[in-house]
């Protein structure tokens, strides 16, 4: 399983990293175990900033990325990740402009797609009133991954106030553990996960 670990803060480091995950029931267990693979550690820049990000490379290794929540660059020295919006709802998020799941994710060329990011904290309604979370993907899926092109999955995730880090921690590794086994068992196959957002508040809190 890789993790793309990335804070909102003006600029950090965003790390991948392999971890496996924690054991759950086998009602949750994809049908195709996951392949467990090595990435050793890679990083990069998250940032609002350019600037910002050019002043932190100077304080350790090397960053080969950037990415900034949009899709124009800002920290020239790396390769820019985008997130494309549709153009008149960014307010509400929106992933992609008006056309079918399947015309969206299967015209990128040799691009690599990141699936809309699902959130811990959803309560199961969207901002346009249909599901989210979870429920969501596998209707937006709707049982036929083969049709779609995506190649990894976007996360969010936001804890509660008033527990500790190690608990936190912990919260945070159950919830992707978790995240693994059914977007795994979604799409059929063993998925990278993009952790986009991660904070030990609720949303809306700094992330």
């Known amino acids: 399983m890789k993790l793309a670990i990335l804070t909102a ?35 990069g820049f998250a940032y609002n900033d350019g600037g910002a990000a050019s002043i932190l490379a100077s304080y350790s290794g090397k960053r080969s990325w950037a ?7 800002n920290a020239p020295n790396y390769q820019q990740i ?13 992933p992609s402009g008006p056309c079918s799941r399947a015309t969206g994710l299967g015209s990128w060329g040799g691009a690599k797609l990141v699936c809309p990011a699902i959130s811990s904290w959803d309560t199961g309604r969207g901002f346009t009133g249909g599901p989210s979370g979870f429920t969501w993907l596998r209707q937006f899926v709707w049982g036929d991954p083969g049709r779609l092109r995506c190649d990894a999955q976007a996360l969010d995730w936001h804890g509660v106030y008033g527990r500790s880090g190690a608990h936190q921690a912990k919260l945070f590794m159950d ?11 979604v799409f059929d196959r063993d998925m990278d996960l993009w952790i986009t957002e991660f904070s030990p508040g609720p949303s809306g809190t700094l992330t």
């Open 9 to 43: 803060a003006t600029a950090f480091d965003a790390l991948v990293f392999s971890a496996p995950a924690p054991a759950s029931s086998s009602a949750l267990a994809p049908r195709h175990p996951p392949h467990r693979r090595s990435y050793g550690i890679k990083k």
């Open 67 to 73: 990415y900034n929540w949009g899709a124009a660059p």
């Open 82 to 94: 985008p997130m494309h919006w549709a153009p008149t709802a960014t307010a509400t998020r929106t």
């Open 175 to 185: 919830y992707i553990g978790y995240a693994h086994e059914v977007v795994n068992n």
